[in-house]
T-cell receptor, first 115, second 113 residues
Framework: KAGVTQTPRYLIKTRGQQVTLSCSPISGHRSVSWYQQTPGQGLQFLFEYFSETQRNKGNFPGRFSGRQFSNSRSEMNVSTLELGDSALYLC??????????????FGSGTRLTVV | AQSVTQLGSHVSVSEGALVLLRCNYSSSVPPYLFWYVQYPNQGLQLLLKYTSAATLVKGINGFEAEFKKSETSFHLTKPSAHMSDAAEYFCAVTGNTGNQFYFGTGTSLTVIP
């Protein structure tokens, strides 16, 4: 079965712009989480959605937002981009999410570069 | 609060030698612990996970890890390194809510031919 699909794979944006990243989870998975990966801060949790509801949120400014659709696909949006937002953004999906032992499957990520 | 510490940001081993990547955790509740591997320009791939069953966990590609509560450790080992093992390795622990990973800073493994 298809894995977690993130689009686009690469993105270059100018400071001050906004960007939307997309994540399609594995078929049947209802939980989608987002992580930011940077050389300086490592992997940091952004937020988690389950059945269109945000269940958990990391320590990021309000410029970072997300949503989940009825088909479980998720988008994250970053407004007023800053140079420090340059990162690899990873999406992970899980069947239910609460039972983390079931495991999360990660996508290949979207590489965002802010210039 | 949950956290993990990975000792050694860079580890080099010769091909065929033992691989040992260290991870110590801090958790106020019985943890779930994971090791993930990341190849260049790729996402994270699950190597193995500890979920309070057997303390010695076997994963993919010949890797295994042992949960030691007394030492709060979950070190990753492989008896014989292969060139294809060169990658970034991340240890992770779950949060209180059970749906959030706390990752270590990663260990870059280099395998020398």
């Amino acid at each position: 079965k298809a894995g977690v699909t993130q689009t686009p794979r690469y993105l270059i944006k100018t400071r001050g712009q906004q960007v939307t990243l997309s994540c399609s989870p594995i078929s049947g998975h209802r939980s989608v989480s987002w992580y930011q990966q940077t050389p300086g801060q490592g992997l940091q949790f952004l937020f988690e959605y389950f059945s269109e509801t945000q269940r958990n949120k990391g320590n990021f400014p309000g410029r970072f937002s997300g949503r989940q659709f009825s088909n479980s696909r998720s988008e994250m949006n970053v407004s007023t981009l800053e140079l420090g937002d340059s990162a690899l953004y990873l999406c992970a999906s899980s069947l239910r999410g609460a039972e983390i032992a079931l495991g999360y499957t990660f996508g290949s990520g979207t590489r965002l570069t802010v210039v | 609060a949950q956290s993990v510490t990975q000792l050694g940001s860079h580890v080099s081993v010769s091909e065929g030698a033992l691989v040992l990547l260290r991870c110590n955790y801090s958790s106020s509740v019985p943890p779930y612990l994971f090791w993930y591997v990341q190849y260049p320009n790729q996402g994270l791939q699950l190597l193995l996970k500890y979920t309070s069953a057997a303390t010695l966990v076997k994963g993919i590609n010949g890797f295994e890890a042992e949960f030691k509560k007394s030492e709060t450790s979950f070190h990753l080992t492989k008896p014989s390194a292969h060139m294809s093992d060169a990658a970034e390795y991340f240890c992770a622990v779950t949060g209180n809510t059970g749906n959030q990973f706390y990752f270590g800073t990663g260990t870059s493994l280099t395998v020398i031919p």
